[in-house]
């Protein structure tokens, strides 16, 4: 999230889309009945089923799935034509007069520079600003340059009108306009919008495009950094926030530091494509503190080992030849390349698609280590379960150790909500039987593999022999260890730049803030984006002070939140440039005549006057928010629709004549998925996957509360379906897809309309997730057994949320 | 099921004189259904705190679980889909004892003390006295009670009266997390649920209201809903009232229940005179009882 849960109830205005916060998030949902309680706010919700979020909203509109991007294109051409847009904050915290390269280009629903062959954007320099002499952006600002980003903008989205969002989406016109309506209304200063999504939108070949749509809707209406605005991820883990700031995804490092690519062998290559120049004049262009952040990790984890002479180990960090992603990872599985997978917390058979393709791949595996609180389905997927696991164990060879480790409630630590809290929770039991902490078992794993290394030698020793360990029981690391590690340290003495007389802190010093880290060595830290959050004033993550003196909900006494215990990221965007509010009531921070200061923690150089002309964006190198996304994105710089891949729809009606720009032309799609993907003329039914509020993933079906409150798996489908289908409420019915099939109870609903696409009916059926067949709830079937194996173009997150059925009385 | 025994304002089947030392305030729980998610999360705390596993069910074409009130659910959501304004609404009512001000089980029950009502306006069962009759469940114009198979005793919702005895909120409302349940004094809630109304019939919907039923006396657990004009919307009888049976059984059927006694009396004393005196039985002494007025009004 940009904001926080809190902020929620600043909002005038709360759009749900691509999540179900209701459902899925209930706790959190209470700001935005807050919202409404005190701000007299309203709801829209946007959604392909009417679902208990809707159910408390003040509009619904029905949409298909996986059309969202058509959807919002056409709400950011409605601001344009209309009119109903920020004009001060676009101009002056945006690149609307940012001048895009004259070999940029979009033709039949391709950019340039797209690689017909190997099926994606091999060339993207095209994508990108012209410089000047001085390496510095050239703008516009009377926006009439027909290649200012303004310009580029308005012609790319002025193709999504009414009408054609009406055809691609099925949402009725009438819906639409009136959403546009109600999203237009906070164009005003003192109105304000906040999105709240979740893996709805993720979910999809698109995915990330669909979210960087609805960043651009915020920003026209300058929203972003604003009390009550902003773009917030609901996150589907209490703890997932947590990973990825830790960087346990295929190529970060923690803190969204990147890992080296196959290309990047040397230190200074790495470190130079790291450390952005800024690109407009007085920027502050903040990780240009890249080599700070990087040093520091590195000497967290190898500690007198890492020196500059050896450019602080950067040799013993893996380098990426590609992603290696959850599907990556078990298409290599799959094809005999790896051999022992260690499967910590994660139920990849319930959670992956395509669960047929997933059982191959783990009895390919010699041994899997399963590192779980629970007796999850991937620990068990060599038993035959009957028609809901047919497997034939005798030919499974697979050796599988289960690890029962503790859960999150038997176990100190801190957790990251969504809002970007690290909140410390404390232990309430303590684990079951031969139950471990999760450390503890890593630890146990790491010292043993160690003795071996130091015993018998190896390949490559040194990152494990070298890798610090200053644990006091070396076997079972506590949490505040950890946490303290994570924070950072000083180890020599810290001096103030501005006075090398002064002691920041001392050596062996728990470090207050990451504006004290270092790249000569003489500082620690695990995480940058964490430090701040154990100081030398102790555990700032226990905190519990809920005051508010201003009532906007920043509350800064209350645990910590990252970066530097922000509550709205961007807040520099919630003054003029002259340092006033946009909103008096809504007011985070101001300029005082000396500094920045207010209610919260300034994200701004904070004795940078206005004057100095310096913008909010200051992790960008040029200052400002981007419409046009450079060649961040793999599928291009502005977010064009395409169907999903599987789609009820022959070809994109945005472009019916490129069958290249059917789909994201970005998209991976390995060898055997492509033909394991259906059509329309066999799998006639948009199916969308969700959750369920009774139950969270495939955990709770072990509770028997839970199980009580939502026994056994069942279907959604549309009533107008059902009658062509001769399906009754309550029937038993069988879905399949190309990939395999399911049997369940049919719950018949008006929550599911037949809509209207391109002139003909699409139906939708609403597939929940929360079965299989180990716990206390009925036995079903895994609900990836249909899903398609693929995922978005740039995270590889899978395609669950549309994709192609049919559907059957069984 | 808290035996509050120096605060009761009624008893099932009982003339003496009741202990009422305390004065409590009348609470009441107000349950919001437009801002209720259905959750079911007051369900699952009604579970944890009563202690109460229903079985593992089914699905049989709604959200709706477990699908009724038994005797180990005491409350259970209730999914209705509408479209009562041309657009679709989904309905979602949490189902439970009304505790009603004039209750129909007790005034129905036989057994003296089975069920109670406190100052504060809760209804609680006393399953020791019970004597599994099921004439509460003839007497509930909600149908709420449930007899268990188990023990032949009758079972629903206590409003958590053993909480709300030491100050606290029933357990329902301690773990919404929307606020759609609110409890606190009758009249502070009949407050709160004005400002809820307003605010729908800002938003549109012209005939919200409080749902109170002046039938059974208004109760101590309302809604506020979208269409107070139409509560057969969400299964809410229109105009609750207790059923005539227990009027016939508390009424008419009183005077020859006494007509009968008079005669049972002349009998006796014409069998005393001639036979002599007989031993009278707990059981005859009870069933005397319930013939008699069962509360002062």
């Known amino acids: 999230m940009t904001n926080s849960w809190v902020d929620i109830k600043n909002a005038n205005l709360v759009l749900i889309m691509g999540g179900n916060a209701a459902e899925a998030h209930p706790c959190g949902f209470k700001w935005v009945t807050e919202a409404k309680a005190h701000n007299k706010a309203k709801l829209v919700v946007v959604d392909p089923r009417f679902t208990r979020s809707a159910a408390v909203a003040d509009y619904y509109a029905p949409i298909r799935a996986g059309s969202d991007i058509a959807f919002l294109g056409g709400v950011i051409n409605y601001l344009l034509s209309h009119d109903k847009i920020q004009h001060e904050y676009v101009k002056a915290y945006t690149d609307v007069s940012f001048l895009v390269r004259e070999d940029f280009g979009f033709k039949d629903g391709l950019f340039t520079g797209y690689d017909t062959d190997k099926h994606k954007y091999a060339d993207r320099t095209s994508w990108n600003y012209e410089l000047d002499a001085q390496g510095y952006v050239k703008t516009d600002p009377t926006l009439t340059h027909p290649r200012c980003v303004f310009n580029l903008m308005k012609a790319h989205y002025s193709r999504y009108t009414p009408e054609v969002v009406t055809r691609i989406t099925g949402t009725p016109q009438d819906q639409f306009l009136k959403i546009c309506e109600m999203i237009a209304e906070c164009s005003a200063k003192d109105r304000v919008m906040t999105i709240l999504y979740a893996l709805g939108w993720t979910q999809h070949t698109q995915g990330s495009q669909m979210i960087r749509a609805a960043a651009m809707v915020q920003l026209l209406l300058g929203n972003v950094g604003m009390a009550g605005g902003g773009l917030n991820a609901l996150r589907g883990h209490s703890n997932i926030q947590g990973l990825t700031d830790l960087g346990l995804l295929t190529d970060l490092l923690p803190g969204y530091m990147t890992l080296p690519s196959e290309k990047e062998a040397d230190y200074e290559t790495y470190i130079e494509k790291r450390t952005p120049k800024p690109m407009r004049p007085n920027q502050l262009n903040y990780w240009s503190n890249y080599p700070r952040f990087h040093v520091s990790l590195m000497k967290a984890w190898f500690g007198n080992a890492a020196t500059k002479e050896n450019n602080w180990c950067f040799d013993w960090l893996p380098k990426l030849d590609k992603p290696h992603d959850v599907l990556q990872v078990f298409e290599d599985m799959h094809n005999g390349k790896i051999n022992g997978y260690i499967c910590q917390g994660f139920n990849p058979l319930a959670s992956f698609p395509n669960k047929a393709k997933l059982v191959e791949s783990l009895s390919k595996l010699e041994y899997l280590v399963i590192i779980d609180p629970l007796a999850t389905e991937t620990s068990e997927f060599w038993k035959n379960f009957g028609p809901y696991n047919e497997v034939d164990s005798t030919k499974i060879q697979t050796e599988v150790f289960r690890l029962p480790s503790a859960c999150f409630a038997e176990d100190d630590g801190s957790l990251v909500n969504s809002g970007r809290w690290l909140q410390w929770h404390w232990k309430g039991a303590e684990p079951p039987g031969e139950a471990k902490g999760d450390s503890e078992i890593i630890a146990e794993l790491f010292t043993r593999l160690r003795a071996m290394y130091r015993k018998d030698g190896g390949a490559f020793p040194d990152a494990i022999l070298n890798l610090t360990w200053p644990y006091l029981r070396p076997k079972s690391p506590s949490p505040d260890e950890l946490a303290r590690e994570f924070n950072g340290k000083a180890l020599g003495d810290v001096t103030d730049p501005k006075d090398p007389k002064t002691v920041l802190a001392k050596a062996g010093d728990q470090l207050d803030s990451f504006a004290q880290l270092r790249d000569d060595g003489s500082t620690s830290a695990g995480c940058w984006l964490f430090t701040g959050a154990w100081t030398s004033k102790g555990n700032m993550m226990a905190r519990r002070d809920n005051a508010d003196p201003s009532g906007l909900g920043s509350t800064l006494g209350w645990a910590f939140a990252w970066p530097a215990n922000r509550r709205v990221l961007y807040n520099r965007a919630s003054c003029d440039p002259a340092g006033e509010p946009w909103d008096p009531r809504r007011e985070l921070i101001a300029w005082t005549g000396q500094k920045w200061a207010g209610v919260d923690v300034p994200d701004f150089k904070a004795d940078s006057p206005p004057e100095e002309g310096m913008n909010p964006f200051i992790m960008n190198p040029e200052g400002i928010a981007r419409f046009f996304a450079v060649d961040k994105m793999n599928e291009g710089p502005f977010p064009e629709h395409y169907e999903p891949m599987e789609s009820p729809l022959e070809n994109n009606p945005m472009h019916p004549d490129n069958p290249l720009a059917r789909n994201n032309p970005a998209v991976r799609v390995f060898k055997g998925d492509k033909e394991a993907m259906g059509t329309a003329k066999d799998f006639p039914y948009v199916a969308t996957t969700y959750r369920l509020t009774e139950h969270f993933h495939y955990w709770t079906k072990h509770a028997k509360i839970n199980a009580i409150l939502q026994p056994q798996q069942f279907v959604e489908i549309g009533e107008d379906l059902a009658k062509e289908k001769g399906i009754a409420n309550g029937d038993q019915v069988r879905v399949w897809s190309k990939r395999g099939e399911i049997r369940a109870v049919a719950v018949v609903t008006k929550r599911l309309k037949r809509l209207d696409v391109e002139g003909k009916a699409v139906h939708q059926i609403g597939i929940p997730i929360h079965w299989g067949f180990k716990g206390e709830a009925r036995p079903g079937y895994l609900a990836n057994t249909l899903t398609p194996f693929v995922g978005d173009a740039n995270t590889n997150t899978p395609e669950f949320k549309a994709f192609l059925v049919n559907v059957a009385k069984a | ?297």
């Open chain 2, 1 to 297: 099921m808290a035996l509050q025994s120096l605060d009761i304002r009624a008893r099932s089947a009982t003339t003496t004189p009741l202990s009422s030392v305390r004065r409590g305030v009348e609470v009441a729980k107000l349950i919001d259904i437009s801002k209720c998610i259905g959750c079911k999360a007051c369900q699952s705390a009604c579970m944890e705190w009563n202690d109460l596993r229903d079985a593992v069910g089914e699905n049989t074409g709604s959200y709706d679980n477990p699908q009724n009130l038994t005797e180990s659910s005491w409350t259970v959501m209730r999914f209705f889909e509408t479209e009562p304004q041309g657009r679709l609404e989904w309905l979602i009512r949490k189902d439970g004892c009304m505790h009603c001000a004039d209750p129909g089980c007790l005034k129905a029950c036989p057994a003296p003390g089975a069920i109670v009502q406190y100052a504060n306006g809760i209804v609680d069962f006393h399953q020791e006295n019970c004597i599994g009759c099921g004439y509460c469940v003839a007497g509930c114009p909600f149908d709420i009670p449930r007899i268990a198979k188990k023990d032949s005793k009758a079972y629903k919702c206590t409003l958590c009266s053993d909480r709300v005895a030491v100050g606290l909120e029933p357990a329902c409302i301690k773990t919404c997390p929307t606020g759609a349940l609110v409890f606190g004094s009758k009249e502070d809630m009949i407050e709160h649920g004005n400002g809820r109304i307003a605010d729908l019939k800002e938003r549109g919907f012209q005939n919200a209201g409080l749902y109170d039923p002046a039938g059974v006396g208004g109760t101590h657990v309302m809604y506020v809903l979208q269409h107070a004009d139409q509560p057969g919307l969400y299964a809410l009888p229109n105009d609750p009232k207790i059923s005539p049976l227990v009027s016939l059984w508390k009424g008419i059927s009183k005077p020859i229940a006494l007509a009968a006694l008079g005669l049972a009396a002349l009998g006796a004393f014409f069998h005393y005179i001639r036979v002599g005196p007989n031993e009278i039985t707990d059981e005859d002494k009870e069933s005397h009882d319930t013939t008699r007025p069962d509360r002062a009004q």
